[in-house]
């Protein structure tokens, strides 16, 4: 299922510039980045319970969020983007 994942990490100190630091790390490991704060990735239950669970293991739950949006199986209808976008399909072959 797609799932975007937004966060928004408090940086007004160096504590919270590497909190913003793992959270951006840990999204790009299971998704594409869309946006600054914003990922794109396509998981199974057990993945979105892995990194959410990673991923509220890194805030601070007092000065930081995170939002998690379900979008499901057929994204394609329920999304519209406009503009420059780095896409990819899910479905397409990886040449290295």
Do not use: P, W
């Not at 969020?65 to 976008?85: A, P, Q, T």
């Amino acid at each position: 299922m797609l799932v975007v994942i937004t966060y928004d990490v408090n940086t007004e100190t160096g504590e919270g510039k590497k909190r913003l630091r793992k959270v951006a790390k840990q999204c790009v490991n299971y998704g594409q980045r869309v946006q600054n704060s914003v990922f794109e990735c396509f998981l199974d239950a057990a993945q979105y319970r892995l990194i959410k669970g990673k991923l509220e293991s890194i805030i601070d739950k007092d000065k930081d969020s995170l939002c998690f949006y379900m979008i499901g199986n057929h994204y394609e209808n329920k999304r519209e983007r406009i503009g420059k976008m780095r896409d990819y399909s899910v479905d397409d072959a990886l040449i290295f």
